[in-house]
């Protein structure tokens, strides 16, 4: 209806006809211009008559002519006041039009160009460029992790970074070039150049990543964010490879950028990378993988695996360690250094592991009672300030104890917001649920660190295990860990024993609860049910009593399995 009434207010009726806008300003100008005509005729006529009458010399106007020729000025008066509107409208106008062109065209942060106008300019530059016997690299840009400093300092801090990026980058490029921002945190230019000297856009690549890596300071009271870019590059001659054709199409030479800039995010990120051919295959595996990822989701082809956790003092089983795999249709049984990964990039970590940690709970409620179990959990999940209430509901739905589930978290986590961990930390404690700090050794706690945060128990990496009865080094960092372990009241666990040599050693240095192959791989729920049968470790059963010197002959028998 509004709409309706705004438009019924350019029009007026006027003796049963209907007027628009622009034949009313037809007809005012008409007018003035014949009260301009009237007012010259009885001007001349008027006028004199009264410039007479002030001498003393005859008598006054006419009072009609008078009249007349006041009607004539209200007239003037009235069209030029009209005419005034008018200008005054399309000037409005012509700076609405322009500010809409601008809007349509630039992004409103940086004022660079948009992704809907990149294309045809892009388009224009590359016919302008082969004129010249130049082609055109189109140089696709991407903040690294961007997401996590926007969540960890606001989107304001986060609006200053891209803004402070779009700066330093449009001031390496050549006059000549086009730059975009296509949305988010990625930036496009086009820069043209000579066919041979392609070393240019090395040149400017380079310099792109160092000029965008120096600190960012945004504002007194905030600290200073170092960003990295990655860098994805094509050309339109494809000259770097025999196997490119030449191309004068935006689009593709933007898709092929975007392919490059996939892959050296890939590499380690704040570097660049040309385009070719081998990477369009690698994206086309990631697209399925991703695709599978989110369908097998719903399908439940995430299952739970379980690794058995040993008392190398006993030779007893006391728990597993659930580990994550994808039994995928199309790629078959999919380890978690596959999935989880990608999980994490597109924003399903939650989900599967939710999932997946579910059914591991339903499936340890059939285990003895004294058997733990241990999940491990994405630094992702971490930033999620409801992770604790979660993993608290799907324990009331499972009617599982929380205390007899351990969590792992490995060093990285503690160095992203060591005040939500503590948090955290509080909160799983509260409840029951113990903590684990995973791969000690590998990452950057301090002691202070393991002073003050609650943690139940530390885990060894593997890599110094499977290396213990080869490497004085890797003894060596056992045995301080080992030590650090007791002084600090903390129990361990050593992960990666696969062999009773390294078995023994373990034994010489301490006390330790111990995972590896050597124990037997990995298997599913069956699997697991049938090994806890067959030693009466499922609810309702009675485990069979130790037989004497257990210890060596569980030694033995695990000898001769391996």
Avoid at 15 to 24: L, M, Q
Avoid at 262 to 278: H, I, L, M, S, V
Avoid at 303 to 310: D, L, R, S
Avoid at 481 to 501: K, R, V
């Amino acid at each position: 209806m509004g709409e309706t009434k705004l438009i019924e207010r350019d029009w007026t009726e006027a003796g049963g006809v209907r007027f628009g806008r622009a034949e009313r300003d037809i007809v005012a100008l008409g007018i003035a211009i014949a009260a301009i005509i009237m007012f010259v005729g009885t001007g001349g006529t008027v006028l004199p008559s009264v410039v007479r009458s002030l001498a003393g010399v005859g008598g006054g106007p006419e009072r009609l002519l008078t009249n007349a020729l006041l009607l004539n000025i209200a007239l003037i008066v009235f069209g030029w006041r009209r005419y005034r509107e008018l200008s005054d409208e399309v000037r409005e106008r012509r700076k609405a039009e322009a500010h809409a062109r601008r809007l349509a065209e630039t992004d409103p942060l940086t004022g660079c160009l948009n992704r809907r106008s990149i294309g045809p300019n892009t388009d224009a530059l590359i016919a302008a460029a082969a004129e010249r016997g130049q082609v055109v690299a189109f140089v696709m840009i991407d903040v690294d992790n961007f997401k996590q400093i926007n969540d960890c300092n606001g989107h304001s801090i986060g609006d200053a970074i891209l803004l402070e990026c779009a700066r330093r980058i449009g001031a390496l490029l050549p006059r000549s070039s086009l730059m975009a921002r296509l949305g988010g945190d990625e930036f496009a230019c086009v820069v043209p150049f000579e066919p041979h000297h392609g070393e240019t856009i090395d040149q400017l690549a380079t310099s792109i990543i160092e000029s965008v890596a120096r600190p960012v300071s945004t504002g007194a009271a905030a600290p200073q964010i170092e960003t990295t870019v990655s860098l994805g590059l094509s050309r339109s001659d494809g000259g770097r490879s025999s196997t490119l054709r030449q191309t004068t199409d935006a689009q593709a030479l933007l898709h092929s950028a975007d392919v490059a800039m996939y892959q050296a995010k890939k590499d380690g990120r704040n570097r660049y990378c040309w385009f070719e051919p081998t990477m369009e295959s690698e994206l086309r595996f990631r697209n399925e993988l991703e695709t599978g990822i989110r369908q097998g989701i719903s399908r439940g082809e995430f299952v739970p695996y379980y690794e058995q956790q040993i008392d190398l003092a006993s030779g007893d089983l006391v728990g597993f360690e659930m580990l994550a795999r994808w039994h995928s249709p199309n790629f078959g049984v999919v380890g978690p250094d596959v999935f989880i990964p990608v999980a994490e990039e597109i924003g399903l970590i939650d989900e599967l592991s939710e999932s997946v940690i579910r059914q591991a709970l339903d499936d340890a409620k059939q285990w003895n009672p004294r058997l733990t179990l241990s999940v491990n959990i994405s630094p992702l999940q971490l930033r999620d300030p409801w992770f604790a209430q979660k993993l608290l509901k799907l324990l009331l739905e499972a009617n599982f104890p929380p205390n007899r589930l351990d969590i792992e978290i490995t060093e990285s986590c503690l160095h992203e917001n060591i005040g939500i961990v503590r948090s955290l930390f509080t909160s799983l404690k509260n409840q029951g649920i113990g903590v684990s700090l995973d791969d000690f050794g590998t990452g950057y706690s301090s002691l202070a660190q393991l002073r003050n945060l609650p943690f139940d128990r530390l885990k060894i990496d593997r890599s110094f295990v499977t290396r213990l009865t080869d490497d004085k080094d890797s003894e060596t960092i056992v045995q301080a860990i080992t030590s650090l372990g007791e002084g600090l009241g903390l129990p361990i666990t050593a992960e990666g024993i696969e062999s009773g040599e390294i078995l023994d050693r373990l034994r010489l240095l301490g006390k330790f609860k111990g995972q590896g192959y050597f124990y037997g791989r990995p298997a599913d729920a069956e699997q697991t049910r049938r090994l806890l049968a067959g030693q009466g470790l499922l609810v309702g059963e009675q485990a069979a009593p130790p037989a004497a010197d257990t210890t060596a002959d569980h030694d033995d028998a695990l000898r001769r399995r391996a």
